[in-house]
């Protein structure tokens, strides 16, 4: 990144280039970091069930994710705010996060930043239609999964929360952040980095 900016700027160019070159990077890098900023948003839907789901349902239908052939896994960060739009799910069934591998209501998820109509869960033929959740613990190797609050077991499938834990004062205290390694940026940083190059340079 910054072997970048070193020959970007590198060499004699005029007071105009390198002020227009600077406005470049500081636009660039204010777009990247509103763009990490953003809400992740996983439209669930509901489909028949058939062999390729990784978790086979006694109930022959499955949740999918952004129109998905089939249950996927999610990896999520921690930090940062997902939106699971439950809108196109049916009114037969009403979509959870939990502990539980089966589902059916059981294990309802109540923290690590989840939004509590969690409880409720989600579909179209509710005021509920949309969870929000922004992680503050990694899991590891312990999933999380994606369900049916009703008496359907095992729709869904594994989601895994990694990244940096966080111990937040408030929900409104979360940050937003990209997660780089074993580093985690929040998005802030990395708009404000264009401006501190630019005095550097001028």
């Not at 960060?77 to 059981?106: E, K, M, P, Q």
């Not at 111990?167 to 985690?184: L, N």
Request: glycine fraction near 8%.
């Amino acid at each position: 990144f910054f072997f970048f900016f070193f020959f970007f700027f590198n060499g004699k160019q005029s007071r105009h280039t390198n002020m227009s070159r600077t406005i470049f990077a500081i636009t660039l890098l204010s777009f990247v970091g509103i763009a990490l900023s953003q809400d992740v948003v996983y439209t669930i839907s509901v489909k028949a069930s058939d062999a390729t789901a990784p978790q086979p349902s006694p109930y022959p239908a499955i949740f999918v994710v952004n129109g998905e052939a089939t249950s996927t896994q999610l990896n999520l960060t921690v930090g940062r705010t997902y939106r699971f739009d439950a809108s196109a799910v049916g009114t037969n069934h009403l979509f959870y996060i939990s502990t539980d591998a089966n589902g059916a209501g059981v294990g309802v998820l109540n923290t690590n930043g989840i939004s509590s109509n969690n409880a409720q869960g989600a579909n179209s033929g509710s005021a509920n239609k949309v969870i929000v959740w922004t992680p503050t613990t990694n899991t590891g190797d312990t999933p999380y999964y994606y369900q049916c609050i009703f008496n359907h077991p095992r729709m869904g499938w594994k989601i895994f929360v990694g990244g940096n834990s966080i111990t937040p004062t408030s929900s409104a205290s979360i940050p937003s952040t990209r997660s780089v390694g074993s580093v985690s940026i929040p998005s802030i940083l990395i708009a404000s980095l264009g401006f501190f190059l630019a005095a550097f340079i001028f």
